[in-house]
């Protein structure tokens, strides 16, 4: 999709005017009509999301942008997080490499679960968390299990903030909870959710994450701008 509207508007409502420069880390070909007249009904912000400051400056500038969207165009707007658990800190930190057992299982596993995150507010919204079935650790250590059931419950904290932060805006969104990696896990999302534009919180093309996701990903990806400030948001 065209993204400079989204920016210009983003740039008028915090009165800056060197926002695009700074934002656009990766861009994609010119889409055909037909996906442009897709593009304007329905819109999928991606947002790769771990609670530090900076990936919460990214949710706060992707729902100023939905909710800029929404008026503007009375398009649909919806805004997804994903945030991705690295695997091999599943196990204390430990490189662990599946068994082939392990991967079959986890291929035939890849149903996602779906549950309500909070209580619906007055308007109808859509903040359920969708979650990718991991890779079942067959160790039975009771050490390893107490932390693999302490980073689900940080998963889920970190995943509730992302979802009442998007019901004050009152924005359709939705919660990934990703097993893998970072850079992997975002581009599939990105795929399935047809999304149209993923935003990160790094400002730089140099970024291990940017540079993972590959001069071909399938959407633009913004950043944030060095100048910007969560007071203007």
Not at 77 to 93: A, D
Not at 183 to 200: G, Y
Request: glycine share 4%.
């Amino acid at each position: 999709m065209n993204i400079k509207p989204l920016l210009v508007r983003l740039q008028n409502a915090i009165g800056r005017d060197d926002l695009i420069e700074q934002m656009v880390l990766l861009s994609t070909p010119k889409m055909s009509v037909s996906e442009e007249i897709q593009a304007s009904t329905s819109i999928n912000l991606i947002v790769g999301y771990n609670s530090s400051p900076n990936s919460h400056t990214a949710l706060d500038i992707a729902l100023l942008t939905a909710h800029q969207t929404r008026l503007a165009t009375k398009a649909q707007v919806t805004v997804q997080v994903v945030y991705v658990m690295e695997e091999r800190l599943m196990c204390g930190g430990a490189e662990v490499l599946p068994t082939q057992e392990a991967l079959s299982s986890r291929r035939s596993e890849q149903q996602v679960l779906q549950h309500s995150l909070t209580e619906p507010p007055e308007e109808e919204l859509n903040t359920g968390i969708v979650t990718q079935t991991r890779w079942q650790d067959r160790s039975t250590h009771p050490q390893q299990e107490e932390k693999s059931v302490d980073r689900f419950a940080q998963a889920e904290r970190i995943l509730r903030q992302a979802s009442c932060l998007a019901a004050e805006w009152k924005s359709s969104f939705k919660a990934h909870l990703r097993f893998g990696c970072v850079a992997t896990e975002l581009k599939r999302v990105v795929v399935s959710e047809s999304a149209d534009i993923l935003f990160l919180g790094c400002n730089s093309i140099h970024h291990p994450i940017v540079q993972n996701l590959g001069s071909q990903f399938p959407c633009s990806v913004l950043g944030i701008p060095s100048s910007i400030q969560n007071k203007y948001i």
